[in-house]
């Protein structure tokens, strides 16, 4: 499968997570993250990392019959995370398409290139933004 492939699953594995929500889970992880904070959020984020890549990795029938995930606010927490992980992969993913590294150039070379991805990924915007609409939560600016 070609990196472009990749990344436009990574964009439909996000929107798929997305659409798992209910308009009243997302009112609820509003709340959550307003709540938490930044600070918050990013502490959690790190505590539970192993749970979001296995969450983010999982098919949804997997993620449904999984008992520790059925936990309400543990699995909107996931979905976010989650949902930021695959935006995270897609951005990656899309900026090595449009500049490929390839082995071989100079040292040189090869810092020009994977700059060019940083600023393809960075153009793109924040991976970490509130995917559902309205003001982020966790915004603290």
């Given amino acids: ?59 949804p029938s997997r993620r449904a019959s999984k008992k520790a995930w059925r936990d309400p606010v543990l699995k909107r927490r996931l979905v976010l995370a989650s949902i930021h992980c695959m935006r995270k992969a897609e951005y990656l993913l899309n900026g090595l398409t449009q500049h490929p590294i390839e082995p071989g150039g100079s040292y040189r070379e090869t810092a020009v290139e994977a700059s060019e991805v940083y600023d393809d990924v960075f153009r793109k915007g924040f991976p970490e933004d509130w995917p559902f609409g309205g003001p982020d939560p966790l915004d603290d600016s």
């Fill in 1 to 59: 499968m070609s990196l472009y492939r990749y990344a436009s699953e990574s964009g439909y594995l996000a929107e798929e997570l997305i659409e798992s929500l209910t308009s009243s889970d997302v009112d609820a992880l509003r709340d959550d993250c307003e709540a938490m904070g930044m600070d918050g959020w990013l502490a959690w984020r790190h505590k539970y990392a192993e749970h979001v890549d296995a969450f983010a990795k999982a098919t």
